[in-house]
């Protein structure tokens, strides 16, 4: 069981730079990897970027390769997600997810925060 609370969403503009947090409580020892996903109104869920927890390989979307970076702190429980040269495009809410059960199954979701860019 993990416990997720996401932070560091607000309004930017286009080209700017903004870092999301997703801290983490309950029994992480048992997830096997972190992501992000965004949902925009009117969209589907999106995949944005994962890290393994013990190993920390990442993965990216096409959309958002060498431009966003996921991280984590294991001594905070926190992961992070630096997003880089923002486009308008990236705009919605962001959501941290943990699949905590069966791998690639994401059971944990954090509430969400809005990331708006403005062109």
């Known amino acids: 069981q993990v416990q997720l609370v996401e932070s560091g969403g607000g309004l930017v503009q286009a080209g700017d730079s903004l870092r999301l947090s997703c801290a983490t409580s309950?029994?992480?020892?048992?997830?096997?990897?972190m992501a992000w996903f965004r949902q925009a109104p009117g969209k589907e869920r999106e995949f944005v970027a994962k890290?393994?927890?013990?190993?920390?390989?990442?993965y990216y979307a096409d959309s958002v390769q060498g431009r966003f970076s996921i991280s984590r702190d294991n001594a905070k429980n926190t992961v992070y997600l630096q997003m880089n040269r923002l486009k308008p495009e990236d705009t919605a809410v962001y959501y941290c997810a943990a699949d905590t059960v069966r791998p690639g199954t994401y059971d944990a979701w954090g509430q969400g925060t809005q990331v708006t860019v403005s062109s």
């Open positions: 890290i393994y927890w013990r190993t920390s390989s990442t």
């Open positions: 309950g029994r992480t020892f048992s997830t096997y990897s």
